[in-house]
């Protein structure tokens, strides 16, 4: 059986400063360029003049065994069509 690459963008959470509308910090859950991992990116613009970046980076297997590890799952089943 065939398994496919990781791949797009997810934006996490993202911050705006009222007066201006401009985006102040931003949370990014995205594939890497190959797709064998997943990067969150932390963008921190909150001090004017500096852009700060921090990045983390897991395998897709690894990613699935955190989710996995920290959370209740919830079973939903759908008759095969």
Known sequence: MPVHS???TMTLMSE???PS???IRALRLEASI???A????DIDRRTPGIRREVRYQMTVTEFI???CAQRTP???EFPDQ
Request: hydrophobic share 50%; glycine share 10%; proline share 0%.
């Open 21 to 23: 509308e401009r985006e």
């Open 34 to 36: 190959d797709g064998k």
């Open 6 to 8: 990781a791949a797009g």
């Open 16 to 18: 705006t400063e009222a």
């Open 38 to 41: 997943v990067v969150l990116t």
């Open 65 to 67: 065994a955190a989710i």
């Open 74 to 76: 919830s079973i939903v």
